[in-house]
């Protein structure tokens, strides 16, 4: 994190394509990411997530983010912590309740009027944080998860 980067370098984005005989990013299995505390806006590029399957952590705090790539579901069995604090997220996709091993979730500080009804799908979360946001109230599909 903290570099300022507004955009993911190329390079990054194209770490799945072959290298002569190998596929060297099939034996590189990275497990934590953190891009918090960038200038990145709108949506992280769809590419970045598909060779990322062994991937636990995210971070993305403190950037301009508004949407999330749906190939971060490639993370469904492994991603358990997920970062989005400080960004500008005014909705969150259903797709999300999908990531069902997540045990900690930082929405914090973006402009949130309401969960998706999935989240409930989240039995795995420990800790869920939405403070200052603009909720009006919680799906209630998270009070199972009580």
């Not at 993305?60 to 358990?80: M, Y």
Request: charged share 15%.
């Amino acid at each position: 994190g903290s570099r300022n980067l507004k955009e993911i370098p190329e390079p990054l984005l194209k770490w799945h394509d072959p290298i002569g005989d190998e596929n060297w990013w099939s034996i590189v299995e990275l497990s934590k990411l953190d891009l918090s505390n960038n200038e990145y806006e709108g949506m992280l590029p769809e590419a970045l997530f598909v060779p990322l399957s062994e991937l636990t952590v995210l971070h993305v705090g403190n950037n301009k983010l508004s949407a999330l790539p749906r190939t971060l579901t490639v993370c469904t069995s492994t991603l358990t912590r997920l970062n989005l604090t400080h960004n500008q997220f005014s909705s969150l996709s259903e797709w999300l309740g999908a990531l069902s091993n997540l045990t900690h979730l930082a929405l914090d500080h973006n402009q949130l009027s309401t969960l998706p009804e999935s989240f409930g799908f989240l039995r795995n979360v420990e800790v869920l944080t939405v403070s200052n946001n603009r909720l009006q109230g919680l799906p209630d599909t998270l009070y199972g998860m009580l």
